[in-house]
């Protein structure tokens, strides 16, 4: 168990619909990522937060927006879905370098992920 | 722009019979190379942090080494339960954020 926290596992949903996505980090985690892993693409970073603002942004979809909260639980909007959006999402923290023994920013803690499936 | 080529995409071995996973990479500057092992159905878990060529690091049967063009995976005497998907990722100088960017990674399975 790593400690971060995603729902849903599942959801199935139809083109055109909104869902959102739930993240909690690790305690402690002010960092989050997004990242979406499909069959085609592997794994890609959409997201960074940090401390409830955006630190980096990489290849997400206008449709796609993200936010992270003062409670440091993160949410990540996926609206106007297509076919082409089904993926694992997943969500990632890790500690400020330094702490809890981590010297570099790369080392995250994934989630279990959110599997979505568009029809 | 950071690229992370892995090879084999897949690699089918006997238990104990020790083999090595390729990383290859471009990054306009390397911060560190990462490699993850990732379960069915489960998020990537971090293994090894490399930063500068020649350096190895090791846990049980897996040593990750590191040269200015790629990185290996290797696994000794493997056993079934070293079956995953192994995930080599980088993180460039001067990224914006510290994000990463993966490699397709190497399907192992191991058989008894």
């Known amino acids: 168990d790593s400690g971060v926290t995603q729902t849903p596992k599942h959801l199935i949903t139809a083109t055109g619909q909104r869902v959102t996505l739930r993240c909690s980090p690790r305690?402690?985690?002010?960092?989050v990522y997004w990242y979406q892993q499909s069959l085609d693409q592997g794994l890609q970073f959409l997201i960074q937060?940090?401390?409830?603002?955006?630190?980096a942004k990489g290849n997400i979809l206008e449709r796609f927006s993200a936010q992270q909260f003062p409670d440091l639980h993160s949410e990540l909007n996926l609206s106007s879905l297509e076919l082409g959006d089904s993926a694992l999402y997943f969500c990632?923290?890790?500690?400020?370098?330094?702490?809890?023994?981590?010297?570099?920013?790369?080392?995250?803690?994934f989630g279990e992920g959110s599997r979505l499936t568009v029809l | 722009e950071d690229q992370v080529t892995q090879s084999p995409e897949a690699l089918r071995l006997q238990e104990g019979e020790s083999s090595s996973l390729n990383c290859s990479y471009t990054?306009?500057?390397?911060?560190?190379l990462f490699w993850y092992r990732q379960d069915p159905g489960k998020g990537p878990e971090f293994l090894f942090t490399l930063y500068s060529a020649g350096e190895e690091k090791e846990k049980e049967r897996l040593k990750a080494t590191l040269t200015k063009k790629e990185s290996f995976l290797h696994i000794t005497a493997p056993k079934p339960e070293d079956s995953a998907t192994y995930l080599c990722?980088?993180?460039?100088?001067?990224?914006?954020?510290?994000?990463?960017?993966f490699g397709g990674g190497t399907r192992l399975m191991v058989k008894p």
């Open positions: 305690s402690g985690d002010l960092s």
């Open positions: 990054v306009s500057g390397l911060r560190g």
């Open positions: 990722a980088v993180q460039a100088l001067g990224n914006a954020g510290n994000m990463l960017t």
């Open positions: 937060y940090y401390n409830g603002e955006e630190r």
């Open positions: 990632a923290s890790n500690p400020k370098p330094g702490t809890s023994g981590s010297r570099n920013t790369g080392e995250l803690f």
